[in-house]
């Protein structure tokens, strides 16, 4: 049972565009919601993570937002750049000490130039 | 700089032998650590969580005797591939919560070549 659903698999943006990538979730226990970038042979880096308290949260060009009742959440990159291109992963998890984060499988974003 | 510090980055071993990845928290302490491993283009698969001076906690399918994990200090955890074989060969990446911060960190991977 896949606890985290995420989509598209793959997304071509081109420069200055908008880049979404969705994902959905099944246990309402989970109360934490981070989004992580991977670039190759790299460990993934924290992006943003939102918890349920709120329904949008602003980091730069990097906004996640978040639908409780619809269990799910999104992250937006505005003008997205080349740069960008990498591995996005949403994940989640309960908001407890010892509790892993659950990833979804990944959205791999190529920015054109 | 990096939080979680995950040594070596690769090794490159013969069938049978052992290889440890070390898996270190710089900035803060941490009794719980997560080891996923990762193929090429898929996700992150939680094999374990690390408890500091426990047992640690396997998932299901994950050969308890084939991965050892010791978490003997609140800044370190290991992972021992045990009798290594080419299907082990994989990228192994840990993770810490920094338990203040609420957040988790990864290291930068371990790239396992077994021959």
């Known amino acids: 049972q896949q606890q985290v659903k995420q989509s598209p698999q793959s997304l071509i943006v081109q420069k200055g565009g908008i880049s979404i990538i969705n994902c959905a979730y099944e246990n309402t226990a989970f109360d934490y919601f981070p989004w992580y970038q991977q670039f190759p042979g790299k460990g993934p880096a924290l992006l943003i993570a939102?918890?349920?308290?709120?329904s949008e949260k602003k980091e730069g060009r990097f906004t996640i937002s978040f639908n409780k009742s619809a269990k799910q959440f999104s992250l937006h990159i505005m003008d997205s750049q080349p740069g960008d291109s990498a591995t996005y992963f949403c994940a989640a998890s309960k908001n407890q000490a010892g509790t892993a984060l659950i990833f979804g499988k990944g959205t791999t974003l190529s920015v054109s130039s | 700089g990096a939080v979680v510090s995950q040594h070596p980055s690769r090794v490159i071993c013969k069938s049978g032998t052992s290889v440890k990845i070390e898996c270190r928290s710089l900035?803060?302490?941490?009794?719980?650590m997560f080891w996923y491993r990762q193929f090429p283009k898929q996700s992150l698969m939680l094999m374990a969580t690390?408890?500091?001076?426990?047992?640690?906690?396997?998932e299901q399918g994950v050969e308890k005797d084939k991965f050892l994990i010791n978490h003997a200090s609140l800044t370190l955890s290991t992972l021992t591939v045990t009798s290594a074989h080419p299907e082990d060969s994989s990228f192994y990446i840990c993770?810490?919560?920094?338990?203040?911060?609420?957040?988790?960190?990864f290291g930068a991977g371990t790239r396992l070549s077994v021959l």
């Open positions: 939102i918890r349920p308290d709120v």
């Open positions: 993770s810490a919560r920094d338990p203040q911060a609420n957040i988790q960190y």
């Open positions: 690390s408890n500091e001076g426990s047992k640690a906690t396997y």
């Open positions: 900035d803060f302490q941490a009794t719980t």
